[in-house]
């Protein structure tokens, strides 16, 4: 069995995926790199409110594997890390990480005097654009590790204030980007997705109209640590909606975006009716779909949600989202039926599908399917992990990376 | 321990709001062998002070006030053989409450008291030196099974594959094409089962028996001793884990009378059109001829309240490419797919763009309601909600029922319970109690003689099965996560899924099997407290056979011997610590966790005279998910009630009804037990520590009679991680009922 005296294995990315197959594999015994390109680990997931099908928050299992890297000394965790070269050679991979600079060091202790008295606002990525932070902040509240960060571009010529805050000397601004070589066994990839971009959607008023979101920035809205602290309203009013709309497949399923189904979207839908209607319980909630794809167990939260009073799933695509008088009007097309409807909404949930990260950009030269999902190459000790390889849910992509820590360990095994 | 050193850490902010001076006297005070204050305690110079009081000897346990325990782990870890207790100070205190008052003051001197008393109380863990067998056991030679030991021979490990049939394969055994797993996903492709057996059969680390009878399994994780008759003769064999990979069956068509099958002769199931198009002999089994328009049926038994309720997962890609396949081979006929959704997640919808592209297929929205004759010889299927029209009727020449799959599995608990029924129709001490028993027994009748891994443990002989029979642990995050340590359930008898899934499902369960094997051999627990080493002890001298810990283990640690005395396995222990909560006796207890550890944190808190108006009250909080969210209040600057003195639990579970009475005898005001969410969607880690801890409370009533005291006193919140938000005011709620009530009587006593 692979021990601490064989190479690590290398896992890129530090989403739900990336963190599994990690910690999955150094629970056998094996050494560890994780490294993760954002200064927290958790991923997508981590500006989640809750899972399907149990409604359950993200951070609750992550809580659980933070614990677990937290204690692991197999496991190296490197954030605002990333591999700028990778070299094939004999029994494995010699790769070049590349750290952003420590304008944080690993001194910081979290106090969060710097960000009392930080004087820039920036735009707030974690919630999607939809707030702002100081330029030196957590994350979010439950980030981990619970260092500090700061986004450089944006301070003030010659500020320290942050500095001069520090009591532990954690910040050092004339820091510089560093990199390690490191040989590894093998490798996984578990480099995730990005939502489709909203901008793209414009004939949905993606990006055109305020009061038209994405289902990710539909999790930030409902989520406590969230812009608006966990309340649903509708962007332009601030005011709660009376009717939401939920457009499937925007760009999934579509020739003209992406021609794949995102798996997942329906699901998300239906959950954030029920967020929606926990909150709002007189708001009327549509969803426009075509076809219900709730596989499995999680059948049971099409019957449940669906069947809630004041939820109605239409079956049609949606092909427009205009402004109109009392609010917004979505043009709605059911082909097969040959209908047209036109169904009016204060606020435009666009369930956006997922594209995987970093198409055409791997220092590992991975081979990719048509529309971009990386592919397994195990005679060169290279396995994929979760949504890297296909669009998945939590629950699948878990699964996928326990599998891949045993194919990376056996990569490993088999080239030693 | 006998030596703690108590190190505080003023940094932070903490020195400026707190007398720590005073705060090492109490440290002192209580038992505190000696004590530092540091201005960063996590800095290099901070830890190497800590080092040095545990190389010359002078501590041998540590109390770390500083951060919450749940940061900077690393930096505060030491070796294994040195108890740490961390206390929040920054968090619980300084953070959420005012600077420089005489309220927060006492809380910090009250909770390094409580640190230092824990630690007193704490032991270093022994290592557990077992001999660990290395064999995997793969239950079920299927393209799972088959996929899991390939994996876990991959991984170095010598693996026995278990097959009661003749012949590996499973149900996808003689399938040659199935729909595709990989680029460009729009062709059918080569099933991979007839190359795996090869490849299994041929890899020297595994020993495939085939024809074989499981007959019992017993030990634990690293020793499981099992029992199989193979080949005309019975042999015994050590295995470290176990993964039961033995599939599922399409759902029983003969109960689809309505579509049709059993009473018309042309009404198929998936399985029966691949034979024939395996055979060659695509033909009506009513006339022989070859059909003109085949239809397929979706959801034949699934998505359906009287049947199936869940989606079968596989159904429409299995329809698909026997539609593909019609068309290739049979270019005259007509397939035509009746569906209600269409469901090709991921890259499979171009598989599904493929069909539709080709042509020929015709794909109609609809729900089926019946399926008969139509007096031509042909058969009528009848829509419901059709794109056509409210009542619809489509002609076909052969009907292909597109029916569920049922997961291969055995509930282990309802087993049991058939069992114990059984023994009490024989031995009941009552005739009601017989008849009760009889009762029992005809309901759970159908569960006789379905055992499969034959388990030697006293909660049932197979793993415990949840929603719809499958032996899924319902985790999201964790899904391998089983209730019997070291076997994992694998592929479709585990959840619906296709052949592609199943395949990493396999590979996953095999690493669990392989992870548990090498945690086993380092004395480790396995998730989600894996690298704990600390074993639980039975004292077992005091034992009164009440046998609430072995029937409340979730995990099914536990045997009994005939008295009914706890028998230990511990390599199936997860540490969760709900046998020590479960305890009336009070007999069990982990090396750095026990029930006499935490009654003397809570003796520990100093309790005002009734005149100060100070009330106390004892929070016992999930240190999973209460007690992040509290951090993350306090991080946001939340604040909350300083009467509240936090103890950290490892599961609501594990939290001893004695802990509560000596809280309450002890002149504490209440008692506070927050954790997380139960019922149908639980969110314990340990499946059902807080709902076993709610029911506990129910007999806490006894005490507060006892007592003389009002209920109120005890109240139980269920809380999830990220309510962040409502922690503050839960506590503050809890502060101010207990506020509005007089002062615990028993103060000063």
Redesign the interface.
């Known amino acids: 069995?692979n021990d601490q005296d064989s190479l690590p294995v290398l896992v890129v990315g530090a989403g739900?995926s990336g963190i599994t197959a990690a910690?999955?594999?150094a629970?056998?015994?094996a050494s560890v790199v994780l490294v993760e390109r954002q200064p927290y680990v958790g991923g997508r997931v981590a500006g989640f409110?809750h899972?399907f099908?149990?409604?359950?928050?993200?951070?609750?299992?992550?809580?659980?594997?933070?614990?677990?890297l937290?204690?692991?000394?197999r496991v190296r965790v490197l954030t605002e890390t990333r591999v700028s070269a990778a070299e094939q050679v004999d029994g494995g991979w010699r790769v070049t990480l590349e750290r952003a600079p420590a304008y944080v060091t690993e001194?910081c202790?979290?106090?969060?005097e710097c960000s009392k008295v930080c004087p820039v606002s920036v735009v707030d990525e974690f919630n999607h654009g939809m707030s702002s932070s100081p330029a030196i902040r957590?994350s979010h509240?439950?980030a981990w590790p619970?260092r500090f960060v700061i986004e450089r571009a944006a301070c003030a010529d010659g500020c320290e204030a942050c500095v001069q805050s520090c009591?532990?000397d954690a910040i050092h601004l004339d820091a510089t980007v560093t990199t390690e070589e490191l040989q590894v066994g093998s490798v996984v990839l578990a480099t995730g997705w990005q939502p489709y971009p909203l901008e793209k959607l414009s004939e949905l008023g993606g990006g055109v109209l305020p009061d038209v979101i994405s289902n990710v920035q539909m999790e930030r809205l409902a989520?406590?640590?969230g812009p608006t602290?966990?309340q649903i309203l509708c962007p332009s009013t601030g005011q709660p909606p009376r009717r939401v709309a939920f457009v499937q497949c925007a760009g999934s399923?579509d020739v003209n975006h992406l021609?794949?189904?995102?798996?997942i979207c329906c699901l998300a839908s239906l959950k954030h009716a029920q967020y929606v209607k926990d909150q709002h319980p007189d708001t009327e909630v549509s969803i426009f779909y075509i076809?219900?794809?709730?596989?499995?167990?999680?059948?049971?939260v099409l019957?449940r949600i669906g069947d809630m009073d004041g939820v109605r799933l239409v079956?049609g695509k949606v092909g427009k989202v205009e402004a109109g008088d009392g609010g917004l009007v979505l043009t709605v097309e059911d082909v097969?039926?040959g209908r047209k409807l036109h169904e009016q909404a204060d606020l435009v949930v666009l369930a956006t599908g997922m594209v995987p990260t970093g198409n055409g950009e791997s220092p590992f030269g991975i081979a990719r399917?048509?529309?971009g999902?990386a592919?397994d190459d195990f005679d060169r000790g290279l396995v994929v992990a979760g949504v890297a390889r296909?669009?998945?849910d939590?629950?699948?992509a878990?699964?996928?990376?326990?599998?891949?820590?045993?194919?990376a360990?056996?990569a490993a095994?088999?080239g030693a | 321990m006998e030596h703690v050193g108590v190190f505080l850490c003023s940094?932070?902010?903490i020195g400026d709001a707190l007398d720590l001076e005073a705060v090492a006297s109490a440290a002192e005070d209580s038992g505190g062998a000696l004590c530092h204050t540091h201005?960063?305690l996590?800095?290099e110079e901070g830890i190497a002070l800590v080092r040095e009081s545990l190389s010359s000897g002078e501590a041998d346990g540590l109390v770390i006030a500083a951060?919450s325990q749940?940061?900077?782990?690393?930096a505060f870890?030491f070796d294994s053989a040195t108890p740490v207790q961390r206390v929040g100070l920054r968090e619980q205190v300084t953070w959420s409450h005012p600077p420089n008052d005489e309220d927060t003051q006492m809380l910090a001197e009250d909770l390094v008291r409580m640190g230092v008393a824990r630690v007193l109380k704490s032991k270093p863990p022994v290592r557990q030196e077992e001999e660990i067998a290395d064999t995997v056991l793969v239950v079920g030679g299927g393209l799972t099974g088959l996929e899991a030991a390939a994996?876990a021979a991959?991984?170095?490990?010598p693996v026995v594959l278990l097959e009661k049939e003749a012949e590996l394969g499973g149900h996808l055994a003689g399938i040659g094409e199935l729909a595709p797993a990989?680029?460009?996903?729009d062709q059918l492709h080569e099933n991979p089962v007839s190359n795996l057996i090869e490849q299994v059969r041929s890899n020297s680390r595994i020993r495939v028996l085939t024809s074989a009878v499981l007959r019992g399994i017993s030990g634990q994780p690293g020793q499981f001793k099992v029992e199989v008759a193979a080949g005309g003769g019975d042999e015994t064999f050590m295995a470290g884990a176990i993964v039961q990979a033995t599939g599922a069956r399409p759902y029983d068509a003969h109960r689809l009378a309505h579509l049709g099958y059993g009473e018309q002769a042309d009404v198929i199931t998936s399985a029966e059109l691949d034979a024939m198009l395996e055979a060659g002999s695509l033909t009506r089994p009513s006339n022989g001829e070859t059909p003109q328009r085949v239809a397929f049926v979706q959801c034949a038994g699934s998505?359906d309240a009287e049947h199936l309720?869940?989606?079968?997962?596989e159904c429409c890609a299995t329809t698909l490419r026997q539609a593909a396949r019609l068309r290739r081979d049979y270019p005259d006929v007509e397939p035509c797919v009746v569906y209600?959704?269409?469901?090709?997640?991921?890259?499979?919808?171009?598989f599904y763009?493929a069909v539709q592209e080709e042509g020929g297929t015709l794909l109609m929205?609809g729900e089926v309601d019946g399926v008969g004759g139509n007096g031509n010889g042909r058969l009528a299927v009848h829509l419901r909600e059709s794109?056509l029209g409210d009542d619809a009727r489509l002609e076909a020449d052969l009907v292909v029922l597109a029916v569920g799959m049922v997961p291969n599995s055995a509930d282990g608990e309802a087993i049991r319970a058939l069992h114990d029924a059984q023994q009490r129709v024989e031995h009941g001490e009552s005739e009601t109690q017989r008849e009760e028993a009889r009762k029992v027994a005809e309901r759970l009748a159908a569960h006789e003689g379905t055992e499969i891994l034959h388990l030697g443990y006293r909660q049932g002989p197979d793993l415990p099965v949840l929603?719809?029979g499958?032996p899924d642990s319902?985790?999201?995050?964790?899904?391998?996560e089983t209730r019997r340590t070291g076997i994992y359930s694998a592929g479709a008898l585990r959840?619906?899924?296709d052949p592609a899934?199943a395949v990493?499902?396999?590979?996953?369960a095999?690493?669990?099997a392989?992870?548990c094997i090498?945690?086993a051999r380092?004395g480790e627990a396995?998730?989600?407290r894996?690298?704990d080493l600390g074993a639980p002890d039975f004292f077992l001298q005091r034992c009164t056979q009440c046998k609430r810990c072995t029937e409340e283990c979730p995990f099914g640690t536990l045997n009994e011997d005939e008295k009914g005395t706890p028998q230990l396995n511990v390599l199936r222990c997860r540490r969760c610590g709900i046998c020590m909560g479960a305890c009336p006796e009070r007999i069990i207890s982990f090396p750095d966790y026990s029930v006499d550890a935490v009654a003397s944190m809570i003796k520990a808190i100093e309790v005002p005279e009734e005149e100060d108006e100070k009330p106390r009250i004892v929070a016992l909080m999930c240190e999973?998910?209460a007690l992040?969210a509290l951090d993350?209040a306090a991080?946001?600057g939340r604040t909350w009630s300083p009467w509240i003195r936090i103890v950290p639990v490892r599961c609501l579970g594990s939290v001893n009804i004695v802990w509560i009475a000596d809280s309450l005898s002890r002149g504490v005001d209440g008692v506070i037990l927050v954790g997380?969410?139960y019922g149908d969607?639980a969110?314990c880690?340990y499946i059902r520590g807080s709902e076993l801890a709610s029911k506990r409370l129910e007999n806490v009533q006894e005490t507060l009679d006892r007592l003389a005291l009002e209920p109120e006193r005890i109240k139980l919140v269920e809380l999830?991680?990220?309510?962040?938000?409502r922690v503050p005011t839960i506590l503050d709620e809890f502060a101010a009922e207990i506020e509005e009530m007089d002062p615990n009587p028993y103060k000063g006593f």
Not at chain 1, 291 to 300: A, I, S
């Open positions: 069995m739900v910690l999955e594999a629970e056998t015994g409110y899972y099908p149990k409604m359950c928050p993200p951070s609750c299992g992550l809580e659980i594997n933070v614990q677990r937290e204690r692991n000394p001194a202790t979290g106090c969060g957590l509240p439950q619970q009591a532990y989520s406590p640590s602290a966990g399923r021609p794949y189904c995102s798996g076809d219900r794809r709730t596989p499995g167990r999680n059948e049971d019957t079956k097969e039926a399917d048509e529309d999902f592919l296909r669009p998945t939590v629950a699948a878990v699964r996928d990376a326990t599998g891949s820590a045993a194919r360990l056996a095994e088999r | 940094g932070c902010g201005p960063c996590c800095a951060c749940r940061v900077k782990c690393k870890s994996a991959g991984l170095g490990k990989g680029p460009p996903y998505r309720l869940y989606c079968s997962g209600r959704d269409i469901r090709m997640p991921g890259q499979q919808e171009r763009l929205r794109l929603q719809y499958f319902h985790y999201i995050c964790f899904p391998y959840a619906p899924m899934q990493e499902d396999a590979w996953g095999a690493l669990k392989v992870q090498e945690a380092r396995v998730h989600p894996s690298g999973n998910d992040p993350a991080r946001l997380c969410k969607d969110q880690h999830a991680h990220n309510e962040f938000d």
